[in-house]
């Protein structure tokens, strides 16, 4: 075998130094980009965009420095591939390839050849390598003729290497070893609702990183252009996948929390789940209406107001028709502020216009009057108090503050109301920001300053393109048969360019717009999702070309989702493809058994994942009068790798200083740092997440916190790659009886 690893590393060598060469000329090119001044703004903007795509490709070369090439395939044709994170290519042999990227159609067989269909492939080998240096290979003869067969396909192999790694609190890339039902999931195409179910463990976010990573690299031209959107559950979730798609040579996602999808809203803030689940229901879109219908007022009384000295009345019943005429124009409620204004100025102008006698006045005169009330500070404030202009979080703010406000929007459900009532404003959850996105399409924003200035900006960038076009033709004054830049381009098209010229990626641009739409987007733990929630993404996705991952087995938030088909009906009907994800990679069977026992009392609709290894650890129960003490010392023991300590809500304080104590630098707290070898979580912050070790404090209250208790038990019971303990005072919950007898 040595002789193989020697082969493979000289070929690894070559590879290196092509990739040397690469970033050698790409460094060169960029600082050409940069010493490059020109007083043309065409040239500058054009200087721009190649500094920005340099230094993108320079990214990319950096992220593929570990791992560039893993795998081999050789053919019964005698010919070889080479398998790696990007394509290379000889540039002085006519440009064959040296590698495939791993996404390029002809790498598949890498992936989904076996002994059964082996596709033409004889052998497929994976190369391990720690910096530059190929460690093992691991081979797999497919062809049954070939004299090799047998000889190494005992043995680790690359997958249950990986698997079997210690875990350091960030997710690493798959690339190496997608298996075979992940590749047909990462490869689906591009249009369209892709549901994928899973248990845990089956690398659901995994396939949604590599399918992103995927979808670029084969549909780069939309997707940079719109841009890909990840929704994930919460920011730590987020931060452990963030090294997945730029180790893959991706940087141009935008990865989000629902929470985080309004512009300028940072939703940090924290509530009870009865308040979230409320907020996430789907007749919160008719509470926001009448909370805004209800900021359109009537006065019970005539409302007195003094213009220029002058008393002058208005009536309920003028306003109730202002208002009846403002809401029939069929405007959003700022917009139709407008009308609303002028029919309030009317009615006062009709009574200034008697008082002074209406028949001497022309048509001069009124609308002098009119233009006089309008720009008067007391009609301004009495049209405001009647119709006030509104920004999503001013409706949310003053309708959470005020309980008659509530009672008004939320008639059918005084417990409701009650859950919302909160008096000091002080920031966002992550269920207010789906609420402010809907109140903004209530609202409508009033932007026609922004309009109106953008509309000049385009005019100028026409004028200024017409004179260069002008310019140029004055210069190309030559042969009638050479194609000149004004044959080709006018002058709005070349203005549409240079807006080109905004070098921000999609992504960039994206997280600062509300209106922008994505080319695709990809959420994972798709089934925390509320109804509110389903409604700002599929605002973002009007194409539905969308991924949504998870598994309806841990659904924890209480307006999380039961049925994708319940989900999905009022988008798109049932025109969506479902497909399920069947091994689990992370939990080992002795650990799955005692979770398969919980999913069989949950009553979930879905078949546990099998497990793909066992590593002969078996859980253990243990009871205890001392839980945070028991938990601590279990904190402070040498064991290898990542131990999460999964605890009740209620607890969180207590065994977290009790560890604290022990380990002090363990983490604890709303953003616990994963890198960390001890962490103390609830089971909320632990969904999609991994440890090497899991200790389960008090399951029966972890149960018994929510209503959805026996799918939080399911998902903390599978979050071990290797060992899970359970320490407990009260009995352990009935489904734990597997456990139990262990
Ligand atoms: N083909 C593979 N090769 C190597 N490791 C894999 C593979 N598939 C999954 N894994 C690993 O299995 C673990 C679980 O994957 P992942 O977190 O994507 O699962 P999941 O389905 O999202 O789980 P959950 O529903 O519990 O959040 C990860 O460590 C992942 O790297």
Same mark, same amino acid.
């Given at each position: 075998m040595s002789n193989e690893i020697d082969a493979e590393q000289e070929y690894l060598t070559l590879l290196y130094a092509h990739l040397d060469h690469l970033r050698t000329e790409t460094d060169t090119r960029l600082a050409a980009a940069l010493r490059e001044v020109s007083s043309l703004p065409q040239a500058m903007s054009l200087r721009d965009a190649t500094i920005a795509q340099l230094s993108s490709q320079r990214a990319q070369y950096d992220a593929v420095e570990n791992g560039l090439c893993f795998g081999r395939i050789d053919f019964t044709d005698d010919t070889t591939t080479y398998i790696g994170r990007i394509g290379l290519f000889d540039s002085d042999d006519d440009y064959e390839p040296l590698q495939l990227d791993w996404r390029a159609p002809a790498a598949r067989p890498f992936y989904l050849a076996t002994a059964?269909?082996? #596709?033409?492939?004889?052998r497929r080998r994976h190369i391990r390598t720690s910096m530059r240096k190929v460690t093992a290979v691991d081979d797999e003869h497919?062809?049954? !003729?070939?004299?090799?067969?047998?000889?190494?396909?005992?043995?680790?192999t690359a997958l249950l290497a990986a698997l079997n790694e210690t875990r350091h609190g960030v997710m690493r890339d798959i690339v190496e070893t997608i298996q075979a039902e992940q590749d047909e999931i990462i490869r689906a195409g591009l249009n369209g609702v892709l549901v994928v179910q899973g248990g845990p463990g089956t690398g659901k976010t995994a396939v949604a990183l590599h399918r992103a990573a995927y979808l670029l690299y084969t549909h780069r031209e939309l997707l940079a252009r719109r841009g890909v959107l990840i929704v994930g559950p919460n920011a730590t979730f987020l931060k452990y996948i963030g090294q997945v798609l730029p180790s893959l040579g991706e940087t141009g996602v935008l990865l989000r929390t629902v929470g985080d999808l309004?512009?300028?809203? !940072?939703?940090t803030r924290a509530e009870s789940q009865a308040a979230a689940e409320v907020k996430g229901r789907l007749s919160m879109v008719d509470v926001l209406r009448r909370a805004v219908a209800d900021r359109q007022v009537v006065p019970d009384e005539p409302i007195t107001l003094v213009v220029e000295r002058v008393e002058m009345t208005l009536r309920p019943r003028e306003v109730a028709e202002a208002r009846a005429r403002a809401r029939r124009s069929g405007r959003l409620h700022n917009h139709a502020r407008e009308v609303f204004a002028r029919e309030i100025v009317d009615a006062l102008a009709r009574q200034e216009a008697d008082r002074l006698g209406a028949e001497f006045l022309d048509a001069a005169d009124l609308a002098d009057i009119r233009r006089e009330l309008a720009a008067d500070d007391e009609v301004v404030a009495t049209i405001d108090d009647l119709w006030p202009e509104l920004t999503p979080q001013r409706l949310l703010e003053d309708l959470y503050a005020d309980e008659d406000r509530l009672a008004t929007a939320m008639p059918e459900h005084p417990d409701a109301e009650r859950a919302l009532?909160?008096?000091?404003?002080g920031g966002w959850t992550p269920a207010d920001a789906p609420l402010l996105d809907e109140a903004a399409e209530l609202l409508g924003v009033d932007d026609r300053e922004e309009r109106a200035r953008e509309a000049q900006r385009r005019r100028d960038a026409e004028h200024y393109a017409q004179g260069v076009l002008d310019i140029l033709q004055l210069e190309d004054e030559a042969d009638p048969d050479i194609l000149l830049a004004y044959d080709l381009i006018d002058a709005r098209e070349l203005a549409e360019r240079q807006e080109?010229?905004?070098?921000?990626t999609a992504a960039e641009r994206a997280a600062a717009d509300r209106d922008w739409t994505f080319g695709h987007v990809i959420v994972d733990e798709? #089934?925390?999702?509320?109804a509110m929630a389903w409604r700002v993404l599929m605002r973002r996705c009007p194409s539905r070309s969308m991924t949504l991952v998870g598994d309806v087995a841990q659904t924890g938030a209480l307006a999380g989702a039961d049925s994708w088909a319940d989900v999905l009906a009022p988008y798109v009907e049932d025109r969506w493809r479902r497909t399920e994800l069947t091994v689990n990679y992370r939990t080992p069977a002795e650990i799955m058994a005692v979770a398969a026992d919980v999913l069989a009392e949950l009553g979930a609709p879905v078949e546990p994942p099998e497990s793909v290894r066992e590593t002969g650890h078996a859980p253990w129960a243990r009871r205890t009068s001392d839980l945070a003490g028991a938990a601590a010392a279990e904190a402070a023991r040498d064991a290898p790798g990542s131990l999460a300590l999964l605890v009740p809500e209620e607890r969180v304080a207590e065994i977290g200083a009790a560890v604290l104590a022990e380990v002090p630098d363990a983490a604890v707290g709303e953003r616990p740092d994963l890198e960390s070898r001890v962490v103390v979580l609830t089971v909320r912050q632990a969904k999609g997440l991994e440890f090497d070790s899991v200790l389960l404090v008090e399951p029966a209250e972890i149960v018994a916190e929510s209503p959805r208790g026996l799918n939080d038990l399911y998902v903390a019971l599978t979050r071990a790659t290797q060992r899970l303990g359970v320490l407990h005072s009260a009995d352990l919950p009935p489904a734990l009886t597997a456990l139990r007898s262990a």
């Open positions: 059964a269909a082996p #596709q033409g492939v004889r497919l062809d049954l !003729r070939d004299p090799g067969h047998g000889d190494t396909v005992t043995g680790e309004f512009p300028g809203v !940072r939703a009532l909160r008096r000091d404003p080109d010229a905004d070098h921000r798709a #089934q925390e999702l509320s």
